[in-house]
């Protein structure tokens, strides 16, 4: 089983940059064989959780939401386990709790049921 740590969440200004990190632990594959993507959701009160990013098993492949592209960059490194969201020029439509998740079938998707494991959250907050 992966359980995923999620850290770097804070209270920053608009037009900052924050890097959020998600540890993964237990389960992990080894290259060349597939392994799990991992994605970025974030949720505020009220709202449904939305996809923000993803990255495919390998690395390759990533797509973001429409409402972060050109701003926020999603990375992982395979050797440390851990993913990463870059957060640039950060708007007060940017604070949530924004929540990490791996999909075993190693494909990127936007549909909160696809992911398997979840981390616990961050908080993000942008003052204006």
């Known amino acids: 089983q992966v359980q995923l740590v999620e850290s770097g969440g804070k209270l920053v200004q608009t037009g900052e940059s924050l890097r959020l990190s998600c540890a993964i632990s237990g389960r992990t594959f080894s290259p060349p064989t597939k392994g799990y993507a991992m994605a970025w959701f974030r949720q505020t009160a009220g709202k449904a959780r939305e996809f923000v990013a993803g990255i495919n098993w390998s690395g390759v492949s990533t797509h973001y939401a429409d409402s972060v592209k050109g701003r926020f960059t999603v990375s992982r490194d395979r050797v440390t386990n851990t993913t990463y969201l870059l957060m640039d020029r950060l708007k007060p439509e940017d604070t949530a709790v924004y929540y990490c998740?791996?999909?075993?079938?190693?494909?990127?998707?936007?549909?909160?049921?696809?992911?398997?494991?979840w981390g616990q959250g961050t908080q993000v907050t942008v003052s204006s």
């Open positions: 998740a791996a999909d075993y079938g190693g494909f990127i998707t936007t549909e909160v049921y696809e992911y398997d494991t």
